[in-house]
Antibody, heavy 116, light 108 residues
């Protein structure tokens, strides 16, 4: 069974930093690109970042470019999102998502709240 | 950036009836479209990929159709568990991957 467990969310002041983690199991992690998708309270889905299997291709949404850094550890089946210079508008549930062109498996999400 | 537009924003349908949800892309995306279902407090779940292929375990009452810029998700004979928010997403031209704003399917 594919399992993605998101963690690391919490309450942080604007300008602060947070590191999200995603522990993957039940599949060959290094065979899949991985993504982060977020959802602000009561809002829709927003793609945040993508990383290819060997970390050779990385992309970001314009809204987070220069502030967030995606990375992965294939030896430990883990995905990360380092979030710096956080803004109030970054408040959202962040989902770790497996990609096979489309997003076929999602973590349960971790809530990030940025206060002013 | 490809903009995805869903309609209607809210759809009220009685159990047992059919629901038709629409999604439009701002430029052609071939059949590179997915549909997701999200229930309150849960992560989204993949329903359809390739515009018309059901994901593993998805009931046959869910049907996706369309190509190019116009797409439809049809749910025949609505069950109580089908009332949720539905999102379309294009994966033809990225970054960025883009989602529609969602259609809330509610009980009439």
């Amino acid at each position: 069974e594919v399992l993605l467990v998101d963690s690391g969310g919490g309450l942080v002041r604007a300008g602060g930093s947070l590191r999200l983690s995603c522990a993957a199991s039940g599949f060959i992690f290094n065979s899949y690109s991985m993504n982060w998708v977020r959802q602000a309270p009561g809002k829709g889905l927003e793609w945040v970042s993508s990383i290819s299997t060997a970390s050779s291709y990385i992309s970001y949404a314009d809204s987070v470019k220069g502030r967030f850094t995606i990375s992965r550890d294939n030896a430990n089946n883990s995905l990360y999102l380092q979030m710096d210079s956080l803004r109030v508008e970054d408040t959202a549930v962040y989902y770790c998502v497996r990609e096979w062109d489309y997003f076929d498996h999602w973590g349960q999400g971790t809530l990030v709240t940025v206060s002013s | 950036e490809i903009v995805m537009t869903q309609s209607p924003a809210t759809l009220s349908v009685s159990p047992g009836e059919r629901a038709t949800l629409s999604c439009r892309a701002s430029q052609t995306i071939s059949s590179n479209l997915a549909w997701y279902q999200q229930k309150p407090g849960q992560a989204p779940r993949l329903l359809i990929f390739g515009a018309s292929t059901r994901a593993t375990g998805i009931p046959a009452r869910f049907t996706g159709s369309g190509s190019g810029t116009e797409f439809t998700l049809t749910i025949s004979s609505l069950q109580s568990e089908d009332f949720a928010v539905y999102y379309c997403q294009q994966y033809d031209n990225w970054p960025p991957y883009t989602f529609g704003q969602g259609t809330k399917l509610e009980i009439k």
